[in-house]
């Protein structure tokens, strides 16, 4: 049976679209209706992107676990929520069921309430891909805690900066999380980022790897003890219960930090029923899901993908949602593969840059595995290559399964534009329509409509978006002027995307790539300042500039130029930069290239010329482009002729 909004054919998608345009309330209130409401709304929506303020269905009362639970026990108790895939093959798998999966999170939120946490408090998760984040996460939700889960590859400087800025005062960690052969000391991590810390007043900590960790006494909890607790306390007579804080429809369900193009991260915040709402209907519309399909989304619930994608968009559709704790090179290469055979995996949701990275392995790992069940497959996080994409659709989908081309943002919540599965077509390398709902506007630089096609047939500009959707950005945690000026002030009365973009004359779009100075590195969203200012924490660096140059497999690597006067070894120094900006951001962002220099171009302003770096980062060194406004035009030469 498809779910009530379900889009099933192209003329359906054709019809639905025209309607969302016309009358966007009538459209998203229908979609509404499916949802479990404890009050329902006043009002649809309520807009304006000037200041901005976004407001759907306010009025309404919710609680986005029992939408993503309790609706589903009657019917889906006993069968699969999550399927959980330990980093070890050989270790035994977890499958949650959606009365497990009850349990686990009343449990989790007595906890909290234990320990004094509130609707409204901020707790920070820093956890590996165990079932103990998904129920951490949604235990937080449960009581109206505001969860921030950061990924596990961040330092302990960056998580001290997000503690600060969401003044949180809780945290729930694990002792460590495997990742392949490593084994990455999580709790370690966290005492770091606590050293100097006013705010947090507990520290849960889950037992996955058995290393050793210091447990400060009067902070520092275990879960396993906590859970016990718990246990006896929303367990009565084999009966669970916990009953669900109230949320209002824009109370903040949780805070996610990305990388702008300033050099501190923002705290992009979403709240309960829109949030809800976006990723129950992109997902099931998208993936065309269908129960009891199996949907396997690799990405890690650090990111938005896996927020999304993982927890509360498969959840809220009553979906079996498999995740995995380790990565797709380990034991082998053919570890996705693997999972796909073994639990019969139908729907496939990774990135371009895994499919690059396990493209150069060849057909081998292929090899006996069974990959028949697969039905759909999906792609999010970066521009996906042509080869790439046949790739994929050639030696795992066998041509017979439509890749879906996910665009979307951390920003946007869920995903804006791509192909419905087998509803709508693809296209390789273009995301092409946007779903129902989303309106998206091509400008040029001043912000006028791109109305007149290039040589080639096509539009080409900035993506910006004219009308909200239920899962927009709210606001940048603690400070709403800089969601203002970062998204809605480029362009007055649009939400600006920060992506270029091409458009077809039958309205499809492609995405070129970001175009301020953010990376997308590996599909990881990276800010070029927070890199330089990492860089520039180094003692022998007196200034330096990142930008991105193309990479085979990560899609872009980082290239620094480096302006070093220390007398230390040359390539020693490289080393211990690189460690730097380890210790201050994280592994994710270490550089690829360094190259040395004695002064970077800038203008008589003192502004970077960051366009000539990018071109000898790519090693276009014909095509510099004009250099006289320089206040050094001879540094070009230098840099050119330089080594990495
Ligand atoms: O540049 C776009 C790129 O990733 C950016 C968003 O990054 P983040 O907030 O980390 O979210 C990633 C997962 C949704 C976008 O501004 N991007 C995302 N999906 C695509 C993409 N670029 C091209 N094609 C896509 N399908």
């Known amino acids: 049976m498809p779910y009530p909004f379900q889009i099933t054919s192209l003329e359906e998608y054709q019809l639905r679209y025209k309607q969302s345009v016309e009358n966007p309330e009538k459209f998203w209130s229908e979609v509404a209706e499916s949802f479990l409401w404890k009050k329902k709304w006043d009002k649809v929506l309520e807009w304006n992107f000037t200041e901005p303020k976004v407001e759907w269905f306010k009025g309404a009362k919710l609680n986005i676990t029992e939408n993503c639970i309790d609706r589903h026990l009657a019917e889906k108790g006993d069968l699969p929520a999550i399927i959980w895939e ?9 499958v949650v069921t959606y009365n497990r999966l009850h349990k686990r999170v009343c449990q989790v939120a007595q906890m909290l309430k234990n320990n004094g946490v509130k609707k409204g408090d901020r707790v920070c998760i820093y956890m590996g891909m165990v079932p103990e984040l998904a129920y951490a996460v949604l235990g937080c939700a449960r009581i109206g805690a505001i969860h921030s889960v950061i990924f596990g590859g961040f330092s302990a400087q960056s998580i001290a900066d ?8 809780y945290i729930i960690t694990c002792d460590g999380a495997y990742r392949g052969e490593k084994v990455i000391p999580l709790k370690d991590v966290i005492d770091d980022a606590l050293v100097g810390n006013k705010t947090v007043k507990r520290v849960i900590v889950f037992t996955r790897t058995r290393t050793p960790v210091s447990m400060i006494k009067g902070r520092d909890i275990w879960w396993e003890d906590e859970m016990l607790y718990a246990e006896e306390q929303v367990e009565k007579n084999g009966v669970v219960k916990f009953d669900a804080e109230e949320m209002d429809a824009e109370d903040p369900l949780f805070i996610l930090y990305t990388s702008g193009s300033t050099g501190k991260p923002k705290g992009v915040v979403h709240s309960c029923a829109g949030y809800m709402i976006f990723t129950a209907y992109s997902f099931v519309n998208v993936f065309q899901y269908q129960f009891p399909q199996v949907h396997f989304c690799t990405a890690d619930i650090g990111w938005i993908t896996g927020h ?3 927890v509360y968009g498969p959840l809220a559709a009553g979906a079996t949602s498999l995740m995995f704790e380790g990565i797709p090179t380990w034991p082998d290469a053919g570890r996705f593969w693997n999972i796909v055979d073994k639990y019969k995996v139908n729907i496939l949701y990774t990135a371009p840059t895994a499919i690059r990275s396990l493209m150069g392995f060849g057909e081998a790992p292929l090899k006996d595995k069974d990959l028949s069940s697969l039905q759909i497959l999906g792609t999010v996080g970066e521009p996906i290559n042509e080869e790439a994409w046949h790739w994929y659709d050639e030696n795992i989908g066998k041509k017979k399964s439509p890749i879906v081309d996910t665009w979307w943002q951390t920003e946007t919540a869920g995903i804006l ?10 296209k390789p390398s273009w995301a092409t329509l946007p779903l129902p709902g989303v309106q998206p506007l091509l400008v040029d630089e001043s912000g006028q409509e791109v109305t007149e096609p290039d040589e080639e047939g096509l539009y080409k500009g900035n993506l910006c978006i004219k009308f909200p959707w239920p899962s927009i950005i709210r606001t940048t945690y603690g400070d709403h002027e800089r969601c203002r000026t970062n998204y809605f002030a480029t362009y007055p009365g649009l939400y600006f995307t920060g992506d270029g973009v091409l458009k077809d004359k039958d309205g499809n779009y492609r995405i070129t790539g970001r175009v301020d100075d953010v990376l997308n590195v590996s599909g990881h969203r990276i800010g070029t300042a927070e890199v330089e200012n990492a860089i520039n924490m180094h003692s022998g660096v007196v200034e330096s500039a990142v930008v991105g140059y193309p990479h085979d497999i990560k899609g872009q690597g980082i290239y620094a130029y480096v302006i070093y006067t220390g007398t230390h070894d040359a ?3 490289k080393r211990d930069i690189t460690m730097t900006v380890s210790r201050i951001i994280g592994p994710i962002a270490k550089p690829d290239k360094i190259q040395f220099v004695s002064g970077l171009p800038k203008t008589r302003s003192g ?3 960051r366009r000539i770096l990018r071109k000898i980062a790519e090693g276009e060194t014909k095509n510099i482009g004009d250099t006289t406004s320089l206040l050094d035009p001879n540094i070009v030469e230098e840099i050119k002729n330089g080594k990495v």
Do not use: C, H, Q
């Open 162 to 169: 997000r503690l600060e800025d969401a003044k949180a005062e």
């Open 571 to 573: 390539e020693l120094t």
């Open 86 to 94: 330990p980093n070890n093959p050989e270790e035994r798998t977890r």
């Open 417 to 426: 534009i791509s192909n419905l599965a087998g509803v709508t077509p693809s």
């Open 607 to 609: 502004k970077i010329m």
């Open 308 to 310: 999304s994608y993982i």
